[in-house]
């Protein structure tokens, strides 16, 4: 029992690096995709053998490797639930949502496939890359922010990486939002959801 404890354990731990590590460049790709900085900001490189955009500017490039890094003991860990891009506009309203919805079987006991899982992932690059026509047109004034959303709040008190990350000044919206998905996969031990979010058409307005 305690063997295959162990090999949860490693599981766990590569699967929430390759995780963390795909999280980067698809953030990233997304930030590129909605044009919020000029096409300098970034530049071409290969993740799993196609081409992605990696952020050049040192600021841009510092927060989205920090922020996504700093989720990696929690995501090993199984409580973090939800990991989101979100667009707002100048009144912290949001605009656009893209979310990761993220599942770790943490009983899984046979070695993970690295190769197989990031060819998995691979898919989502490639989908996001052709996604812009179900995107909305963001206000001249927009903001973003990387936000992750726990199964259960960690303790800043025993983790000093829960220090790192602060309730969200983000505003939310009052009715449920509408929903687009775009790539879902399922490869053990790992499974993840991609979906848009936008305001209902009940929302009222500001």
Same mark, same amino acid.
């Given at each position: 029992m305690r063997e295959k404890c162990e090999m949860c354990n490693d599981n766990d731990r590569e699967t929430a690096r390759i995780l963390v590590e795909f999280l980067e460049v698809a953030i990233t790709s997304i930030v590129y995709l909605k044009g919020v900085y000029p096409p300098g900001?970034?530049?071409?490189?290969?993740?799993?053998?196609?081409?992605?955009?990696?952020?050049r500017h040192p600021q841009l490039k510092e927060y989205i490797h920090d922020a996504?890094?700093?989720?990696? *003991?929690?995501?090993?860990?199984g409580l973090v639930e939800r990991v989101a891009v979100l667009f707002f506009n100048s009144e912290s309203i949001p605009v656009e949502r893209f979310v990761f919805k993220l599942?770790?079987?943490?009983?899984?006991?046979?070695?993970?496939?690295?190769a197989g899982l990031e060819f998995a992932l691979r898919s989502f690059l490639i989908k996001l890359s052709v996604s812009? *026509?179900?995107?909305?047109?963001?206000p001249r004034d927009?903001?973003?922010?990387?936000?992750?959303y726990f199964r259960s709040l960690p303790q800043a008190t025993t983790s000093k990486?829960?220090?790192?990350?602060? *309730?969200t000044d983000t505003m939310q919206w009052q009715q449920p939002p509408l929903i687009t998905p775009?790539?879902?996969m399922s490869s053990e *031990?790992?499974?993840?959801?991609?979906?848009l979010e936008h305001a209902s058409l009940s929302e009222p307005k500001a």
């Open positions: 900001a970034f530049e071409r490189r290969r993740y799993t053998n196609i081409v992605v955009q990696k952020a996504v890094n700093g989720l990696l *003991p929690f995501i090993q860990k599942t770790l079987n943490q009983s899984y006991g046979t070695k993970v496939d690295d812009e *026509p179900l995107t909305k047109v963001l927009c903001r973003w922010e990387i936000t992750a990486d829960a220090e790192l990350w602060i *309730p775009i790539k879902s *031990p790992l499974g993840v959801q991609l979906y």
